[in-house]
């Protein structure tokens, strides 16, 4: 079995939060943090049209270039999730430097805290993990749990 981590909640209020990637996965999780009040800062040459339309509206700030070494200085959390393996490598290892925790989207051996599923229902927030054994394990709970948290938040 797998050691499962422990699960805490960080404020992320007007924090730093550095992306690096801007595709299927990037957007996902960008549009997974748009709902906890951090600054997101997205860095990809090129991104989803969910994500222009996010950096229109000003909700996140795009750097249309390469990550570059120092990109994650002064983040609170980092998620990188390009499609180049030997990026998301360096930016786990820059993270690692600086004590920066980091979901590296290829490799749980590389990421310092999981990037839960999560539920949430007004001001109640479960985050999911499957300890980084069962991906699909993880998303068949979270949605299960998005279905009865909606009932029972609800009902008070
Ligand atoms: C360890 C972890 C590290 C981290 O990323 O933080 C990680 C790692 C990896 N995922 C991979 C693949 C996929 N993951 C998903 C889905 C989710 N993955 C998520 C979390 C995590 N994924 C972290 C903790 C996991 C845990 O707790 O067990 C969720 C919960 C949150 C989210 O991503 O939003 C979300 C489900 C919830 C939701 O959707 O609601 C899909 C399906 C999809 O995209 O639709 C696929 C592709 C389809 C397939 O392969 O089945 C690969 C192989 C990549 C490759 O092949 O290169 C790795 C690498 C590895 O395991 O080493
Ligand atoms: N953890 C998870 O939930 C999952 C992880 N993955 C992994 O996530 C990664 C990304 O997958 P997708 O989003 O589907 O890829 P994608 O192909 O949709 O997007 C890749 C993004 O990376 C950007 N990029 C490429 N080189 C870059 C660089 N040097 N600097 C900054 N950005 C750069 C591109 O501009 C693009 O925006 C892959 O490694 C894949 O194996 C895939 C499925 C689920």
Redesign the pocket.
Known sequence: MEQAYFPIFINLLNKRVVVVGGG??AT??VQ?LCSFGCNIEVIAPEISEALKNLANEEKITWHARSYQERDVIGAAIV?T?TNQRLINYKVGQECLKVLIPV???????E?T??????AKEEAVVVG????????????RV??GIKNVLKSIVQKE
Do not use: L, N
């Open positions: 299927v996965i996902r999780r997974t998620v999730a979901s590296v989207a290829d490799s749980k051996e990421s805290f999981y990037f839960p599923g999560i999911v993990s499957a300890s980084g054994t069962d991906h699909k394990m993880a998303k979270t949605d």
